[in-house]
């Protein structure tokens, strides 16, 4: 009824002394219709403050950390949904809410929340955060970096709303250097907001140890069907090269920890050219050979001829593993790079394991 306008406190007091045993949603709807009211702001900007901690916040992205529900009135989508209209109800700066409508944007599959109801309450709060937003962009736009012009754009409504451009590696200035954006336009500083992203990619050298950046991931290696641990990569650098011998299957287990709900996880494992991976779904397959089994989050494991590639639509926090079967295969020294798990649409949100040294030898010790 506050949504229409009727906007009552009637039981406010009763709601707000039994906050603590409702769920994040509730919690979420509770904060904002404190905020609505004006004798609960300390109330208000109290409970907002304790719910802000249940956000997982990135430079691009922001997502409600709320464990799996079963009623399909909690789900992630909702809470998502329900933290970015309280927070436009708060008036939040304009990047906090560009991060919760990324992080809203993210949950959809295949363009859609999964359900009516979800699908109704994302487009609700969408629709909430797009009447706050300010007349359709007009304004220019001047990128430079160490002084140097690189890129002009100008934005236009829905005609021209969003604009990339890349540097190769080799034209970018040496040592420490300003990127600065200018915005001009019709007024002093133009109408409309302008949202942007910077984001570095380059290729590690060598061996680099692993990276822990919102993901994590560990690369264990078994004797096919055994549990015995043969080697573990993870953060630390590898301190010696692994040797293995050629004609041998080894089970290939990596393991993903994630302490926030994500979304669209690509894993990527990188074969040295002296493993080869088994395709255990051939019915010539060997069936006395059996990698162990993935966890059920997993959505489906790809391979091929260089790289095993899996994807998870949605991981909540917690362990997952994946495991695939290889062959060693060919005598000789290779470099095994690490492992990887991004988010697929924010890939600075990754973890990676470390680099190592891979030697593989005939049973009469040549490499």
């Not at 989508?77 to 944007?105: I, N």
């Amino acid at each position: 009824m506050a949504d229409l306008g009727d906007v009552r406190n009637q039981y406010v007091p009763w709601l707000y002394g039994r906050r603590d045993s409702f769920d994040l949603t509730e919690q979420l709807k509770l904060a904002r219709h404190l905020t609505r009211l004006q004798d609960w702001q300390s109330e208000a900007n109290t409970f907002a403050t304790q719910l802000q901690e249940t956000i997982y916040e990135t430079g691009r992205t922001a997502t409600v950390s709320a464990p799996q529900q079963w009623s399909w009135l909690s789900s992630p989508t909702v809470a998502q949904a329900e933290a970015l209209q309280l927070f436009v109800a708060r008036k939040a700066k304009p990047e906090r809410l560009s991060r919760l409508v990324a992080g809203l944007l993210a949950q959809r599959q295949a363009g859609t929340w999964g359900s009516r109801y979800n699908n109704a309450q994302a487009l609700t709060a969408l629709v909430a955060y797009a009447q706050r937003l300010p007349a359709p962009a007009e304004f220019d736009v001047t990128v430079q970096l160490a002084g140097k012009t690189i890129a002009t754009r100008a934005f236009s409504g829905d005609k021209a709303a969003s604009a990339s451009f890349s540097i190769p590696m080799a034209d970018l200035p040496q040592g420490s250097s300003q990127l600065q954006l200018n915005k001009s336009g019709k007024n002093q500083s133009g109408n409309g907001e302008l949202h942007y992203l910077s984001a570095y990619r380059y290729r590690p050298k060598d061996n680099p140890p692993g990276r822990l950046n919102g993901l994590r991931i560990t690369r264990k290696l078994y004797p096919a069907n055994q549990s015995e641990v043969l080697h573990q990569l993870g953060l630390q650098p590898a301190k010696a090269p692994i040797k293995l011998p050629v004609g041998q299957v080894f089970d290939i287990a990596l393991e993903v920890i994630a302490d926030h709900p994500v979304d669209h996880v690509m894993i990527t494992d990188p074969l040295p050219a002296g493993l080869e991976a088994v395709d255990t779904s051939f019915q010539t397959s060997t069936q006395a050979l059996k990698a162990q089994p993935d966890s059920w989050q997993i959505d489906y494991q790809r391979i091929y001829r260089d790289r095993i590639l899996a994807y998870a639509t949605h991981l909540d926090p917690g362990v997952y593993n994946l495991h695939y079967l290889v062959r060693s295969v060919t005598p000789g020294k290779f470099l095994w790079p690490g492992a990887t798990a991004e988010l697929q649409y924010a890939p600075e949100e990754f973890g990676r394991t470390t680099a190592v040294s891979l030697e593989l030898s005939e049973a009469n010790g040549k490499v």
